[in-house]
């Protein structure tokens, strides 16, 4: 046999014990996935939805800005006008995917929790009126809606991700600030207590 025969040869063998090595260590690690999927308790283990997860609000103490804006009707608000109010700014877009998928959310909360002095604010990060229009009522949204054409909310609030929503007590003190998609059973553990006491 010829050394160029035993050199293939030696090369094929090695390739081989590669190939066995690979094969070996994926078919451990397939046997470690059998064995940690019977473990007791793991079938009850399920898969995050994704409507179940949600930004964290994080607390923060300082005062509102001074704030006046245009809504939807035409009319200049300001923030200390809703002063005796609990009141949730979101910073929002018609074009913004999370801002679409919360807005439900919101909408729900605000129907369930007005009565307790609650008062949503939601700024629309400079789309046209008619625009910003149409996305309310396809969304129901009974609360105010403000229009924000140069993004003045957003400098304000030094935040230009969106959605981003602050929250502002009685005593016109933001005091929950986030950035994303928030869920209902969020709200009500961050913000709801807020409401306590109207």
């Given at each position: 046999?010829?050394?160029r025969?035993?050199?293939?040869?030696?090369?094929?063998?090695?390739k081989?014990?590669?190939?066995?090595?690979?094969?070996?260590?994926?078919?451990?690690?397939?046997?470690?996935?059998?064995?940690?999927?019977?473990?007791?308790?793991?079938?009850?283990?399920?898969?995050?939805?994704?409507?179940?997860?949600s930004?964290?609000?994080?607390?923060?103490?300082?005062?509102?800005?001074?704030?006046?804006?245009?809504?939807?009707q035409?009319?200049?608000?300001?923030?200390?006008?809703?002063?005796?109010k609990?009141v949730?700014?979101?910073?929002w877009?018609t074009?913004?995917?999370?801002?679409?998928?919360?807005?439900?959310?919101?909408?729900?909360?605000y129907n369930?929790?007005?009565?307790?002095?609650l008062?949503?604010?939601?700024?629309?990060?400079?789309?046209?009126?008619e625009?910003?229009?149409?996305?309310?009522?396809?969304?129901q949204m009974?609360f105010?809606?403000?229009?924000?054409?140069?993004?003045?909310?957003?400098?304000a609030?030094k935040n230009?991700?969106?959605?981003?929503?602050?929250v502002?007590?009685?005593t016109g003190t933001?005091c929950?600030?986030w950035t994303g998609?928030?869920?209902?059973?969020?709200?009500?553990?961050?913000?709801?207590p807020?409401l306590?006491?109207?």
């Open positions: 046999m010829g050394k025969t035993q050199l293939r040869l030696q090369r094929e063998h090695q081989r014990k590669i190939y066995i090595a690979v094969a070996a260590g994926l078919g451990l690690i397939a046997l470690a996935v059998i064995v940690l999927m019977l473990l007791p308790g793991a079938e009850e283990e399920q898969p995050i939805a994704l409507n179940e997860i930004s964290i609000p994080i607390e923060v103490n300082y005062p509102a800005a001074e704030l006046a804006m245009e809504n939807l035409g009319q200049t608000e300001s923030l200390a006008d809703y002063r005796d609990v949730l700014v979101n910073n877009a074009w913004c995917p999370p801002c679409k998928a919360e807005m439900p959310t919101l909408v729900e909360f369930d929790h007005a009565h307790e002095g008062m949503i604010i939601a700024i629309e990060a400079g789309e046209p009126r625009q910003v229009q149409s996305f309310v009522e396809q969304f009974p105010v809606v403000w229009l924000d054409p140069g993004g003045k909310a957003l400098n609030f230009s991700s969106l959605p981003n929503s602050y502002i007590d009685r933001v929950l600030a998609e928030i869920n209902r059973e969020t709200l009500e553990k961050y913000v709801t807020l306590a006491g109207n």
